[in-house]
């Protein structure tokens, strides 16, 4: 199993980027699919977006075209790139793996292992 550590959250203004990170422990993080779920106070868990081991992508519509994951193999880090912000967009954003997982998966449950979150929040 891997263990997941998140950062690159803050406060930033509508309309600017932010920078999310994921860093994963153990040595098969290449097996793993990985993805970024969030949730905004009063809310439930919703998916944001998903990377397979081979890098294929799936996005939720929210953020489509905003949003971009990455992974680096190498630095065993899962990254998520998010332009054009909302205040919509505020939330704790998780960083969720699964060993060979399917980024098709939406639902919460569908993943194993979860990090702590880091907090975004954006003003208007």
């Known amino acids: 199993q891997v263990q997941l550590v998140e950062s690159g959250g803050g406060l930033v203004q509508a309309g600017d980027s932010l920078r999310l990170s994921c860093v994963a422990s153990?040595?098969?993080?290449?097996?793993?699919?990985m993805a970024w779920f969030r949730q905004a106070p009063g809310r439930e868990r919703e998916f944001v977006a998903a990377?397979?081991?081979?890098?294929?992508?799936n996005y939720a519509d929210s953020v489509k075209g905003r949003f971009t994951i990455a992974r680096d193999n190498a630095e065993k880090t899962v990254y998520l790139q998010m332009n054009s912000l909302k205040p919509e967009d505020t939330a704790v954003y998780y960083c969720a793996a699964d060993r060979w997982g399917n980024v098709a998966a939406v639902a919460s449950g569908t993943w194993s292992t979860w990090g702590k979150g880091t907090l975004v929040t954006v003003s208007s």
């Open positions: 990377i397979s081991w081979s890098g294929i992508t």
């Open positions: 153990g040595r098969t993080f290449s097996n793993y699919a």
